[in-house]
T-cell receptor, first 117, second 112 residues
């Protein structure tokens, strides 16, 4: 069973379109994240949700809107896509810090390759 | 603020050589966790190891070993007898609270 799964894995779309990436985790974690990896492989956090509440929002354009219907899901919706949004987006999950050794590991999905043309 | 620096952007070795990937970090937290992740050419991020700030014991797992030195804020990763399958980008990361901060990654190329 995949611990953190995200769909789609590949997405090619035109500028100006709106698209969503879905993420689900079956690890029983209460915290989920979205990370962006740019063309130089640099990984940067975008958002973090704990128990469906936004706790980290790292200067991401308003066109990006995360939605967490429950603590096992964190979807990323992107409006009016731009060329610069082309990247790999990683979903991840962990247990809230302080809940034990194992819970402090952040597990990642396989990534979603977004190409905006 | 947290910062992780991986000064080596790219390393190339010949199979069976030993290689060490360097990681230096900065944090004001007294309790924190350090990680190494591997990103093979297929693109996924694979968790390799976690070390908490109170545990400075070195760890060995097969051909992999990690050297954590709090005095120099370093958490280096050594691969012994490297293999072609070790070719990947390796990321060092630091977690304080709920924020995981990554270094810029080191691309390791192991040639046959």
């Amino acid at each position: 069973d995949t611990a953190v799964s995200q769909t789609p894995k590949y997405l090619v779309t035109q500028m100006g379109n709106d698209k969503s990436i879905k993420c689900e985790q079956n690890l029983g974690h209460d915290t989920m994240y979205w990370y962006k990896q740019d063309s130089k492989k640099f990984l940067k956090i975008m958002f973090s949700y704990n128990n469906k509440e936004l706790i980290i929002n790292e200067t991401v354009p308003n066109r990006f809107s995360p939605k967490s219907p429950d603590k096992a899901h964190l979807n990323l919706h992107i409006n009016s896509l731009e060329l610069g949004d082309s990247a790999v987006y990683f979903c991840a999950s962990s247990q809230w810090s302080g809940q034990g050794e194992r819970g402090n590991t952040i597990y990642f999905g396989e990534g979603s390759w977004l190409t905006v043309v | 603020a947290q910062k992780v620096t991986q000064a080596q952007t790219e390393i190339s070795v010949v199979e069976k050589e030993d290689v060490t990937l360097d990681c230096v970090y900065e944090t004001r937290d007294t309790t924190y966790y350090l990680f190494w992740y591997k990103q093979p050419p297929s693109g996924e991020l694979v968790f390799l190891i976690r070390r908490n700030s109170f545990d400075e014991q070195n760890e060995i797992s097969g051909r992999y070993s990690w050297n954590f030195q709090k005095s120099t804020s370093s958490f280096n990763f050594t691969i012994t007898a490297s293999q072609v399958v070790d070719s990947a980008v390796y990321f060092c990361a630091l977690r304080g609270g709920n924020m995981l901060t990554f270094g810029g990654g080191t691309r390791l190329m192991v040639k046959p």
